[in-house]
């Protein structure tokens, strides 16, 4: 059961609400993003704008439209009137704003895996590999063709080994994901990140690659680390930015 937020000091919400209950109100202009709320979970108090960043708008939900009416200045006049304004609310809903997102209802601000340049040597041994399959045409098939199959499963170890590392930024945590069958995870939120470490050296570095590593106030080590990365200061400069309260999604 997803969790439910009790307003503070606010007598015309009583009952506790859902995530798309305040992001609509919000929406509507009913409801201030400084407003305090108390998770009814954790008993932790946050901000709605906290609770609701970078959700995206509900689609065709139950919960889309909470079971109250509030009344406020944009919803006050005829009925006919009201439906108008409720219509247009819909279709701001429906806009494409151009973010994926996550399962939990999260804008995906980045999301990248590490470099094609980060394994410059398997990929240099299967240039080789294709090489020698392309000379040894000309005298052995049978071993060029051996060649070629271990060419093509090289860069396809490669491309594997890729795809299952993902770096994921949103306006909430950063994230690593890993593993092929069972897919295991590292996360830190952004308001408990207390160091970020850029490092570039080396080939790579000249490479234009680098790794950037999370610590948080509750670990003395790496919390999460992202490696082979390319642009690490842009990655760097985002996180930054979220945790001074600058929301891309609002863009």
Avoid at 139 to 146: D, G, H, K, N, V
Avoid at 162 to 177: A, F, G, K, N, S
Avoid at 186 to 198: F, G, L, M, Q, Y
């Amino acid at each position: 059961m997803p969790a439910r937020y009790a307003l503070q000091n606010h007598p015309a919400f009583s009952d506790p609400l859902t995530k798309e209950d305040l992001y609509i109100l919000v929406s509507r202009g009913s409801l201030a993003r400084g407003e305090m709320v108390e998770c009814d979970e954790t008993g932790a108090m946050h901000t709605v704008g906290e609770v609701i960043s970078g959700m995206r708008p509900p689609r065709g939900s139950t919960v889309a439209r909470p079971a109250y009416r509030e009344i406020t200045p944009d919803f006050e006049g005829p009925p006919e009137e009201i439906e108008e304004a409720e219509e247009e609310f819909q279709e701001d809903e429906d806009e494409d704003d151009g973010y994926a997102y996550t399962s939990s209802g999260e804008a995906i601000l980045h999301r990248s895996h590490p470099s094609w340049l980060a394994y410059a040597k398997t990929l240099f041994l299967a240039v080789l590999l294709a090489i020698a399959a392309g000379l040894l045409f000309l005298f052995e098939p049978t071993y060029a063709i051996i060649a070629l199959v271990a060419a093509v499963t090289v860069l396809f170890g490669v491309f594997v080994a890729r795809m299952t590392h993902d770096y994921i930024v949103t306006p909430q945590r950063v994230e690593l994901l890993w593993g092929i069958i069972g897919r295991s995870s590292k996360e830190a939120r952004i308001c408990d990140i207390r160091s970020i470490d850029v490092y570039e050296s080396g080939i790579k570095g000249m490479l234009g690659l680098g790794t950037i590593d999370f610590s948080t106030a509750a670990n003395a080590g790496i919390e999460v680390q992202f490696r082979d990365l390319r642009r690490a200061h842009e990655v760097k400069e985002l996180v930054r930015k979220l945790q001074s309260g600058v929301d891309p999604t609002e863009d």
